[in-house]
């Protein structure tokens, strides 16, 4: 069983920023990826960022167009820890954010993909 643990989320001025981190741990494997995820109010979980690790070391990273050049995905193999740093902010990032875990290795942008998730946390921005 593979757990996920988010935290850093909270509330920020447009134009702001937060770092948000997810630990994964439990059974995982030496090829595999992770996710950050989103769900706005309303709407349906969208893809924000995925990274791949391979051999428990990190690969590349893919991004939504959306917030490409604002966000920045990035991770530590050694403790099994992603994060998203998130720059710019504006309301429209405002989200549930989740991190998810894929035994595929590879990064989907389809959360159908991803057998086990976070609890989410929360990113408000004010405008």
């Known amino acids: 069983q593979v757990q996920l643990e988010e935290s850093g989320g909270g509330l920020v001025q447009a134009g702001g920023s937060l770092r948000l981190s997810c630990t994964v741990s439990?059974?995982?494997?030496?090829?595999?990826?992770v996710g950050w995820f989103r769900q706005p109010p309303g709407k349906e979980r969208e893809f924000v960022a995925g990274i791949r690790f391979i051999r428990w070391s990190v690969g590349s990273t893919d991004y939504a167009d959306s917030v490409k050049g604002r966000f920045t995905m990035s991770a530590d193999g050694a403790n099994n820890a992603v994060y998203l740093q998130m720059n710019g902010l504006n309301p429209e990032d405002t989200a549930v954010y989740y991190c998810a875990f894929s035994l595929t290795g590879v990064v989907s942008t389809l959360p159908s993909q991803y057998r086990h998730w976070g609890q989410g946390t929360q990113v408000t921005v004010s405008s």
């Open positions: 439990g059974r995982t494997s030496s090829s595999y990826a």
